[in-house]
């Protein structure tokens, strides 16, 4: 009975490590330049930004520093903001518009996106960016490239996160793997399959194929914004999703502020439902929790199975390592990692009944 057992999470691992797209294996990048097209393209930059006077400048500064050789246009809205951030963004002779009342309906962000869309006119193509991210000289041009080589409607990035912390170096790479886990980059980048997803902190789209989805308030209510954008644009035309070296974030992140992270939308993943927030703590027990457990108190094959199936969890997320520039003995702590995620889940849905979900810059904006 207890072998029988044991063998459950090792057949999810062997599942994930076999069915998911290779997901693990973190191949989907955009290490290789892409050749330029004959005609560079408009675009126009969004940023919006509530409270980010600490790094907008250094943010706002590389959009501005972009070595674009189309049109570049960057519009910075301010959200509100109460610490000078329009006036961080003014010094740099940057366009700055101020949100106006945000209507009910929408979340406070994609609010803010969408006076910038207005404001943007009819490029070619809208590039968002969230103003905590950095990116490198080239980034827009090779964005644009490959949008344009391939007939995307939406290129998209998984900025690399700020990793240099304990708690950064524990959580940060884990998230990533379990968003790939959750939603393979090649499956998302694959025509023929539906699955859809996006990563918010650099994105650039092709205004026509927003158009035709009806626009920013077609996801006005959306929490996970970035992946509603993925669906929505990829009813229009093939989609790109990939990490990256050329979006970098620059904030820092405090264990609590990676728990708020995940709290904000985790519940909103699960479609606010308590039956799959019931079933998602107990597969993450029984897939990250049980192997280690067996180990300490199985004993024979039972004991056996349970480590190897550490051993292929922990391989599994040495590629993720890498490309974050960490040990791979990291993997190891994949079982106390995932049962952290699972508390943060547990949290989402707390602070939901609480009338707190979706928690983001002094906003609740989870559906009530």
């Known amino acids: 009975m207890i072998l029988a057992l044991a063998s459950l999470p090792l057949l999810a691992w062997l599942y994930l ?36 006077a600490d790094v907008i400048a250094k943010s706002v500064g590389s959009l501005m520093a972009q070595d674009y050789r189309g049109s570049l246009r960057v ?65 827009l041009s090779q964005l644009v490239a490959r949008a344009h080589e391939h007939g995307l409607a939406l290129t998209s990035l998984m900025a690399k996160l700020h990793c240099e ?66 669906r929505l644009l990829k009813a229009q035309g093939a989609i790109w999703l990939g990490l990256t070296n050329r979006s970098l974030s620059l904030r820092p992140y405090s264990f609590g502020e990676i728990r708020a992270m995940v709290a904000r939308s985790a519940y909103a993943q699960l479609s606010y439902s308590a039956v799959l927030l019931a079933t998602t703590v107990v597969g993450m027990a029984l897939v990250y929790m049980a192997p280690p457990a067996l180990v ?10 349970g480590a190897g199936t550490w051993a292929l969890m922990a391989l599994a997320f040495v590629p993720m390592l890498r490309f974050y520039r960490l040990s791979p003995l990291w993997g190891l702590a994949l079982p106390a990692i995932g049962a952290l995620y699972g508390l943060f889940t547990l949290d989402s849905a707390l602070q939901h009944w609480r009338g707190r979900g979706g928690m983001w810059k002094g906003r609740a904006q989870a559906r009530a």
């Not at 069915?19 to 930059?45: K, T």
């Not at 304990?166 to 539906?194: C, H, Q, T, Y």
């Not at 300490?296 to 199975?305: E, K, P």
Request: proline fraction near 7%.
């Open 296 to 305: 300490v108190f199985a004993s024979g094959a039972a004991r056996w199975t």
């Open 17 to 52: 490590l076999l069915g998911r797209g290779f997901f693990w294996l973190a191949r989907e990048r955009d290490d290789e330049d892409v050749p330029p097209p004959a005609l560079w393209p408009s675009v126009v930059a969004v940023v919006p930004a509530r409270d980010e």
């Open 165 to 230: 912390g304990v708690a950064e170096k524990l959580l940060i790479p884990a998230f990533v793997f379990f968003f790939d886990m959750l939603f393979p980059f090649g499956w998302v980048n694959n025509p023929r399959s539906n699955l859809a997803a996006a990563a918010g902190g650099c994105m650039l789209i092709k205004r026509e194929a927003l158009e035709r989805a009806g626009g920013i308030a077609a996801i006005r209510g959306e929490i996970i914004d970035d992946c509603a954008m993925g």
């Open 75 to 139: 519009i910075v809205v301010d959200d509100q903001s109460a610490d000078g951030t329009g006036e961080a963004v003014r010094a740099l002779g940057c366009e700055v518009i101020s949100a106006g009342p945000r209507p009910a309906g929408w979340t406070g962000k994609l609010w803010a996106v969408s006076q910038g869309i207005a404001a943007a006119g009819m490029p070619d193509y809208l590039w968002l960016t969230d103003a905590d991210m950095a990116h490198t000289p080239d980034n």
